[in-house]
């Protein structure tokens, strides 16, 4: 994807004289570089309060017995966990990238709305403002678990509404973004630019943004009928007016199995990028990696019943939703294959995104052979509700996505802050995460084995020794996390100057501009060769 | 400095393993008691050895690209990226596999599935936060709660940390445990009062959601004598992770005597609770949330609390609390006891209220 | 422009977006505040609402400034087209939802409940659709399809032919019948929500057929009230496009705000006609 771009960089550097400065250019800002790096800052806050909930969670049980927390409040941290690093933190830390890199890619100006995008950002504040009051009124936060089953959702008091309408407005967000990120891939790429030389990332992010507007309005659905059967009366979620509780898990998890893929194929779309640019070879199999995102995307939604094979369904629809379960473990092998066999032969240099990168491989594979084991029916049936499936998406989220993230940072700090991150600090962040991601989360596969359910704030004595292990575990993730930030103040604040293109093996349009990029970049669209 | 650190790590992962080596029952699924139990444990042990197999075959490939085809043991980049014979064997192979994984699956499921011809049928009862047992044939009934004193729970001193470690089966113990013959099909019909809970037994290989206002229903048949333990499964509120449930497994004859006993306790609990008057109804289940305010429950005598709700109008408060209204669970929890007995409670803490 | 590329339109800073921040903020706290019986909730509900309609004129008004100013190219037009779409597409997939919500009660749980295995919890229950499930006390009778229900499918589906008339007359650049053709769209939205109006209060007044009468009240008033919210809002861009029509936007290649909304309205026509058969028929 070689390409030659005809505009002087000099007028990139457009005059800002009539635009908004201080904070008010962040607040009317329409360049999808400042939204990115909005994006960008509101995730990182957001992982460190979903962090610190975690942290109550780990202390709680570090030991047996009540010790901090009444056993309500641990639940309200258990489920604002769960809700703030999925809808807080993951998600908006991928669009985030999407909002930086998906013009550059495809070599335009700007995203396709570029006002809407604005306000695809500035709804998160206030939906994290409600989320995060929610602790403070009475009754408290949500505390029925991430997945708001009903009808213990509809007994919580009103910090539940609180919630609900934060993922609503958190929901028009995705929906707006998403739309916009379609828009501006299938819109706005450069002359040139067909579908099949767009960068991997670009394209994880079209099916992604797809799954998102087909599935964030199914979770509004449903938690709307939470809401009204909270508030006016209906009969949704309630047997004796013909409703059923389970109907709630099948909406619920019709939207949310396709958000697990959410939070993972941008993170494929990260890895796609990084391993081909420190392997100095080109990706292999790019088109099969396209088709593989794509049937992911497409069996995403036939399985989302693999959440609910205690809820006694028929023995069909646990046949048929263990077969569509285990089948994804198909197109993500070819993916898993191809990243290896593009390292394979490379000439690789292990830079933090590098390492980051194999580190995912490694532990993301963890987890979905993990995953393989609760799409087993019968094997399921033991381990659903317990530390297990903890364990199972720790893995695929923290070390899958989580992990991108880390490496994507690394990779395009350069590219956004115009000078180089400290190696130091960026590898002993890698090593001390990935060591304390296992301590942390490798004991809890065998307490859920031997018999612990998740979301409870005390266990029996058995538990104890890996209990604790998985506490200190946590402690040191958490520190970690403080030389990811110390690396990101480092690299913003200054440092080595970063070339237009550090990176030997890296071949994507924006390596083309000069580090940091310009404000408004592509503003003549580059010629795709 | 990459093979110090991974020096540092094996140092910090064996001792901190070590406590663990002791049983190896603790790094898997319980032992099994039942044929099922049995089939998911087999199950368990050959797909997991299949992963790692695949694993091992896989990030042992990865491994030594990482050695081998570095920048600075000076291999130099092959060009090469696409092999369609390759993807269509790397495609093909995992789906084998899988097909190999889902066969013994599929047969597992299937018999799980059957819970035709029982010998005993119990109904389990989900309640926040205890389990009702109804022995169907026989007329037996009664509630199982966690019998771990609550001081215990929640004593935060170190002879508080002491004292659990020597209390046996904290946390997994019920004053009345459900009491099953050795060797007999147990089916049990699984419902729920309130919300959503899950009655679990690992080693019996037994795990069903008691949903509300549904029945679900699934089998056992224990092979030994014993005492199991298991908890519920699926998060019910506050005191989700203190409602265990055990299953005793005795000689037939034990379990005739037992239900003998039983039948007779039933049959007393029913006329006594006929006779509970709204105070007695009150300070048995209602004081637990109406004594303290718990969640914004309107206090006993709290005038300006129950002003707003008396204007309602009697009628109301007797669907309310017969009912549920948001945080008010249905009969204040009392599931047991009569309509006309809740609405006697019902006027006595409005007259306290007036 | 500065910020202006040959081919697409990049907006200037906009402080629009921040008002719809604050009107969404505002409007859920007092709507949660106000379901808990805090009344003065559905004061900041109110403001929050205000301040959207402000936003939105704001908006909506500098697009059509934009629009009008020639800023707009047909790569930017192809744009707008994508967005609808997928804008569509999301609302096909909220409605998906509910009447996903109704399949499931009406060919799962409801005749659960009626079998012999739930004989045990409701004796009595028979499973039959329509029904207000096995713990309904009061008795109340469905709405039939013949009645006011079809007169509104012929109403939607005649406002279908009319925006397409107004859609000829603007091709043809024939204003009035433009014109016309809007204005009689927006006639017939209005007398379908009049309708709906008195059928809901006939529900309530004389069938006993309340949002609180167990599934079938729940998916009947949840799927025509979002139905009817969504011809509401229908209706209010359609007077807005009128409204642009008569000030003299639009030309005959260049209205993406007319076709967009007319879209909308095809859309939500749809979505009528299976809410008669699924929820009004059958
Ligand atoms: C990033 C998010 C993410 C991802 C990618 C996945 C990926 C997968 N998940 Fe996971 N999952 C979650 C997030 C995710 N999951 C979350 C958050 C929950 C819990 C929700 C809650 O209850 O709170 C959950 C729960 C969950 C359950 C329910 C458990 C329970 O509650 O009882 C199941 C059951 O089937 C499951 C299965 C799978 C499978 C089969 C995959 C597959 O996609 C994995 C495929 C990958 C591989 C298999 C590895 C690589 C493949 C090869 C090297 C090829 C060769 C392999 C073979 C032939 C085996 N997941
Ligand atoms: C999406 C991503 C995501 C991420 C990144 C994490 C990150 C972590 N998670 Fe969580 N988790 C979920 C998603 C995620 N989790 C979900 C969906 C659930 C289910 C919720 C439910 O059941 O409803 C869950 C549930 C869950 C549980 C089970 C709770 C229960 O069942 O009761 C536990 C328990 O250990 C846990 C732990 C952790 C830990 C230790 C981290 C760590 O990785 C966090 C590390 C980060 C920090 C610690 C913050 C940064 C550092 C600082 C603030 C500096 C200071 C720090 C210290 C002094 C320690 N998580
Ligand atoms: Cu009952 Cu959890
Ligand atoms: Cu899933």
Known sequence: MEAAHTHDHAHGHDDHAHHPTGLMRWVTTTNHKDIGTLYLLFSLTMFFIGGLLAFGIRAELFQPGLQYWEPEFFNQLTTMHGLIMVFGAIMPAFVGFANWQIPMMIGAPDMAFARMNNWSFWLLPPAAILLVSSFFVPGGAPAAGWTIYAPLSTQMGPGMDLGIFALHIMGASSIMGSINIVTTILNMRAPGMTLMKMPLFVWTWLITAYLLIAVMPVLAGAITMVLTDRHFGTNFFNAAGGGDPVMFQHIFWFFGHPEVYIMILPAFGIVSQVIPAFARKPLFGYASMVYATSSIAILSFIVWAHHMFTTGMPAAGQLFFMFATMLIAVPTGVKVFNWIATMWKGSMTFETPMLFACGFLFVFSMGGFTGLVCAITPIDIQIQDTYYVVAHFHYVLVAGSLFAIFSGTYFWLPKWTGHMYSETLGKAHFWLSIVFFNITFFPMHFLGLAGMPRRIPDYAMQFTDFNMIASIGALGFGLAQLLFVAAIVKCARGGEKAP?????????LEWTLPSPAPYHSFVTPPVIK | ??????????????????????????????APQSLIAHEIYDLHTLIFLICCAIFVVVFGTMTYSIIKHRKAAGHKAAQFHENTTVEIIWTVVPFIILIGMAIPATKTILAMKDTSNPDITIKATGYQWKWGYDYLHDGVSFYSSLATPRDLVTDKSPEGAKKRAEHANYLLEVDNPVVVPVGKKIRVIITANDVIHAWWVPAFGV??????????DTWFRADKVGIYRGQCAELCGKEHGFMPIVVEVVEQEKYDQWIAEQKKKTAANAAASGTMDGKAVYEKYCVACHGTGVAGAPKLGDKAAWAPRLKQGQ????????????????????????????????DYLSAAGK | MLNQSARYFVPDPSHWPIFGSFALLSMASGAALWMNEAAWGKFLLLAGVCVLFFMMFGWFGTVARESEGGQYNQQVDAGFRWGMGWFIFSEVMFFAAFFGALFYMRVLSVPWLGDVEHKLLWPDFTGQWPTA???????FTPMAAWGVPAINT????????TVTIAHWGLLKNNRKQLIVGLALTVLLGMTFLYLQATEYHEAYADLNLK???????????????????????????????????IAGHFTAEHHFGFEGVAWYWHFVDVVWLLLFILVYWL
């Open chain 2, 315 to 346: 009628e109301v408060l007797y669907t309310h609390a017969l009912k549920g209204f948001k945080a008010m669970p249905p009969k204040g929890g009392a599931a047991d006891m009569s309509d006309a007995v809740i609405k006697a409670t019902v």
């Open chain 3, 154 to 161: 012929l109403i939607l589906l005649t406002s279908g032919v």
């Open chain 1, 500 to 508: 237009a293109n550090p990176w030997e093996g890296a071949d994507t």
């Open chain 2, 207 to 216: 795990k069903q959601d008691a949903i509300p206002g549904f029945v679900r």
């Open chain 3, 211 to 245: 949002l609180t009468t167990g599934a079938y009240g729940a998916t009947f008033f949840m799927l025509t009230g979002f139905h009817g919210f969504h011809v509401t809002v229908g209706t209010l861009m359609l007077i807005v496009i009128l409204g642009r029509s």
């Open chain 3, 133 to 139: 499930g096995p713990g309904a006390a009061e008795k």
């Open chain 2, 1 to 30: 400095m990459i093979s110090k650190w991974v020096q540092y790590f094996l140092a910090a992962l064996i001792p901190a393993l070590l406590p663990g080596i002791a049983g190896a029952e603790r790094y898997n699924l319980q």
